[in-house]
């Protein structure tokens, strides 16, 4: 694998369907950096990990203990240990302020990194984010060799505005991290994904756009998560998809370049209004 040719639409994307240890950083890092040699060796442009996968999802008491600030050691190493590959993995992060964030980080080689901020924490059921994490405030495009590109945190994607804000401003490749807990059920395909895959590829339609999806899996504190990770392509036709509850690297070329000649077919970004008038938060009952 070598540098990115200026001005390339084609990438290898690869997702890194895993299982996480609770509250193990440094174990988790080890998991880290041993899928990063098995992207390189797969010709891998850009590495995706899921939702917290540096610190596993459901940590309660623990999420002090792993919260990291944005320049952290750690991540210099998962940046070093992916060049020229780009990286992106989910983490605690501890802002300047003390705040804490589900957030994720895109290291893409030398100092700098994005990091966008989960911005809708899931309080209900056995999602218990609000209480230990604040919400992001921001959204912004990550700067990638191929071009521009939106990351989303699992819940983000059940806000619609948010992906087709990004597709909007000029994103052609949509990442998503999740940590989607699965639902037991008779089918051969676990309950949740179902859900999961129409919401992925009903967002490439509409924004038309790749769309990017990372699961993991594995058991943690009684809950269980199926992965079944998916590439889906502009107009929502799935590339690619990943097998069910096992670790798996899925390992696809997308070319961005049809973002663009499905947004000329069918221009629904360009024909996007903003002065059509009418209810908003303020007309609720």
Known sequence: MSEPAAGSSRLTVG??????RLGDLAANLDRHLAWIE???AAGVDLLVFPELSLTGYRLLHLTTRVALPPQAPLLDRLAEAARPMAVVAGFVEESDRGLLHNSAVLLSGGPRRHIHRKLYLPTYGLFQEERFFRPGRRLDLAPLPW???GVLICEDLWHPELARRLAVAGARL???????????GSGDVPASHESWEMLCRTTALLDTCWVVYCNRVGWEEGSFYSGGSLVVRPGGEVATRAPFLDEHLLVTEIDLREADRVRWRLPLLADERIDIEGPDAEDRP
């Open 38 to 40: 098995r992207a390189k």
């Open 174 to 184: 949509l990442i998503v991290l999740s940590a989607g807990p699965g639902r037991v």
């Open 147 to 149: 071009g521009r590109a």
């Open 15 to 20: 997702l890194a369907q895993i299982d996480c």
